[in-house]
């Protein structure tokens, strides 16, 4: 069963996809989902958010202020990172409200460093999984790595705040594998919007925002060793600061949820998913 909601934060509305299951898991959290930069809610809804329904969990989306069919866009350059935060921490709220399931919190690139901003915060949850994540200290080491070895990627990065600047050959070929079908990419790209100036900077690690490890509650490391983003080492060291082993994907690029190897990505999460209700 899938529907649409709408949710107040301060004076703009956020848009929530929700999943539920048809035959609901005992004991099963229930998952809210937070996208990367210059996307919305819906990069989850077309595999993983089914995959994880057809699994037993009740699956939320959040589509951050200025993304998605959220309220703001067209105030996106406005927005900093602990706006974001703000979005996430009310939309928890408005779950713990409806019911008293377990949550876990699954943030994808710079949902990630949102997720771990809002547990610096005090936010608390069974869980949380960091996929493809900004790693805790930033992204400055990784901007660096970018530099040397995919200059072309690092001067569309820089581009990021207006979509309409980027070049559609660059991004495929360093956000997906290279066997996305044409008709995929050419979707998603359709769909793609900018981002804030603001996140871009506060991303790089000048303020912190990731929580001390003995903060945090259990957690899920994945990405993938053809990203070319956030890179197998920086996934690496994420894991070993929050004490956990990594998953690295083979073959798996950066928009994970929507590469042809999705689902290798899915997997690990819902099998580390099943073992926390057991």
């Given at each position: 069963?899938?529907?649409?909601?709408?949710?107040?934060?301060?004076?703009?509305?956020?848009?929530?996809?929700?999943?539920?299951?048809?035959?609901?898991?005992?004991?099963?959290?229930?998952?809210?989902?937070?996208?990367?930069?210059?996307?919305?809610?819906?990069?989850?809804?077309?595999?993983?958010?089914?995959?994880?329904?057809?699994?037993?969990?009740?699956?939320?989306?959040?589509?951050?202020?200025?993304?998605g069919?959220?309220?703001?866009?067209?105030?996106?350059?406005?927005?900093?990172?602990?706006?974001?935060?703000e979005?996430?921490?009310?939309?928890?709220?408005q779950?713990?409200?409806?019911g008293?399931?377990?949550?876990?919190?699954?943030?994808?690139?710079?949902?990630?460093?949102?997720?771990?901003?809002?547990?610096?915060?005090?936010?608390h949850?069974?869980?949380?999984?960091?996929l493809?994540?900004?790693?805790p200290?930033?992204?400055?080491?990784?901007a660096?790595?970018?530099?040397?070895?995919?200059?072309?990627?690092?001067?569309?990065?820089?581009?990021?705040?207006?979509?309409q600047?980027?070049?559609?050959?660059?991004m495929?070929?360093?956000?997906?594998?290279?066997?996305?079908?044409?008709?995929?990419?050419?979707?998603?790209?359709?769909?793609?919007?900018?981002?804030?100036?603001?996140?871009?900077?506060?991303?790089?690690?000048?303020r912190?925002f990731?929580?001390?490890?003995?903060q945090?509650?259990?957690?899920?490391?994945?990405?993938?060793?053809?990203?070319?983003?956030?890179?197998?080492?920086?996934?690496?060291?994420?894991?070993?600061?929050?004490?956990?082993?990594?998953?690295?994907?083979?073959?798996?690029?950066?928009?994970?949820?929507?590469?042809p190897?999705?689902?290798d990505?899915?997997?690990?999460l819902?099998?580390?998913?099943?073992?926390m209700?057991?």
């Amino acid at each position: 069963m899938k529907a649409k909601s709408f949710q107040a934060a301060a004076m703009l509305q956020l848009e929530t996809i929700v999943r539920r299951p048809a035959t609901p898991r005992p004991n099963a959290p229930r998952l809210l989902l937070v996208h990367g930069i210059c996307v919305g809610a819906w990069v989850w809804e077309e595999h993983f958010m089914p995959y994880l329904a057809d699994a037993g969990f009740e699956v939320h989306a959040l589509s951050l202020r200025g993304h998605g069919n959220s309220d703001g866009a067209e105030r996106l350059n406005d927005w900093r990172l602990g706006d974001y935060t703000e979005d996430l921490r009310r939309t928890v709220a408005q779950l713990r409200g409806s019911g008293d399931a377990p949550l876990v919190v699954v943030g994808h690139s710079l949902g990630g460093a949102v997720v771990q901003d809002w547990l610096r915060g005090g936010g608390h949850a069974a869980g949380a999984a960091l996929l493809a994540s900004v790693p805790p200290w930033g992204l400055a080491y990784s901007a660096w790595q970018m530099w040397l070895n995919s200059p072309e990627l690092f001067q569309q990065v820089a581009r990021l705040s207006d979509a309409q600047m980027l070049d559609p050959a660059v991004m495929r070929r360093h956000l997906f594998s290279d066997d996305l079908p044409d008709a995929e990419y050419a979707r998603f790209a359709g769909r793609v919007q900018g981002e804030s100036r603001h996140v871009g900077v506060e991303l790089q690690g000048w303020r912190p925002f990731a929580p001390m490890p003995w903060q945090a509650p259990p957690m899920f490391v994945l990405g993938g060793l053809d990203d070319r983003f956030i890179r197998a080492d920086a996934v690496q060291g994420t894991a070993t600061y929050y004490g956990v082993a990594p998953v690295l994907v083979p073959r798996l690029a950066h928009a994970l949820m929507l590469d042809p190897r999705w689902e290798d990505a899915a997997r690990p999460l819902r099998d580390w998913l099943v073992r926390m209700g057991e």
